[in-house]
Nanobody
């Protein structure tokens, strides 16, 4: 069983930055692919970014160049650095773990999910 706890969300003005953290439990965290997804009001949950065990990274086109995903296996934590935030980035952000080293953009491929953290970007 893997537990994921997100933190770092909040209210920020457009153009600002936030860093989300996702603390994970589990001895095999370093072998897992990790992802961030988000869900805006009235919309389906969508892929944001993912990182493999070897730290290969993948991004949605909408955040490429603005967001950076990283992981610290010693701290059993994955991060999402979000810069140049836009009002359309407003959503609940979810951390997800896949019990395989292969990343995926599909939420159905992830086995564990955090409870989500709210990010609100004001214009």
């Amino acid at each position: 069983q893997v537990q994921l706890v997100e933190s770092g969300g909040g209210l920020v003005q457009a153009g600002g930055s936030l860093r989300l953290s996702c603390a994970a439990s589990g001895r095999t965290f370093s072998a897992y692919a990790m992802g961030w997804f988000r869900q805006a009001p009235g919309k389906e949950r969508e892929f944001v970014a993912a990182i493999s065990w070897s730290r290969s990274t993948y991004y949605a086109d909408s955040v490429k160049g603005r967001f950076t995903i990283s992981r610290d296996n010693a701290k059993v934590t994955v991060y999402l650095q979000m810069n140049s935030l836009k009002p359309e980035d407003t959503a609940v952000y979810y951390c997800a773990a896949r019990t395989t080293s292969v990343v995926s953009r599909l939420e159905g491929d992830y086995d564990y999910w955090g409870q989500g953290t709210q990010v609100t970007v004001s214009s």
